[in-house]
Nanobody, 125 residues
Framework: QVQLVESGGGLVQAGGSLRLSCAASGRTFSNYAMGWFRQAPGKEREFVAAISWFNDRTYYADSVKGRFTISRDNAKNTLYLQMNSLKPEDTAVYSC??????????????????WGQGTQVTVSS
């Protein structure tokens, strides 16, 4: 049973930074891609970033490119999302996700089968 637990959310002023973590368990972490999604009130779930199991390739949504960095520590079974230059429009519940198969770099919600409970990020103006 794959389990994902996020941490690191909170309240930050615009222009500030936060680092989210996602602790994974239940299978060999390094064998699978991982992703971050977010959902703001009244909006659909939105892709943020993904990192592959293959050469740690990464992919970002245009809205966060250059500000957010996704990374992974396979020895600690942990996924990270470093968020810099935060904007009020980044306010959302952020969730990490994992696919059930070894897709190279999944970027849509339907490619992910395991989800964490989410952590709230609020950016004040």
């Amino acid at each position: 049973q794959v389990q994902l637990v996020e941490s690191g959310g909170g309240l930050v002023q615009a222009g500030g930074s936060l680092r989210l973590s996602c602790a994974a368990s239940g299978r060999t972490f390094s064998n699978y891609a991982m992703g971050w999604f977010r959902q703001a009130p009244g909006k659909e779930r939105e892709f943020v970033a993904a990192i592959s199991w293959f050469n740690d390739r990464t992919y970002y949504a245009d809205s966060v490119k250059g500000r957010f960095t996704i990374s992974r520590d396979n020895a600690k079974n942990t996924l990270y999302l470093q968020m810099n230059s935060l904007k009020p429009e980044d306010t959302a519940v952020y969730s990490c996700a994992a696919p059930s198969t070894r897709v190279i770099l999944p970027t849509t919600p339907r490619e992910y089968q395991y989800w964490g409970q989410g952590t709230q990020v609020t950016v004040s103006s």
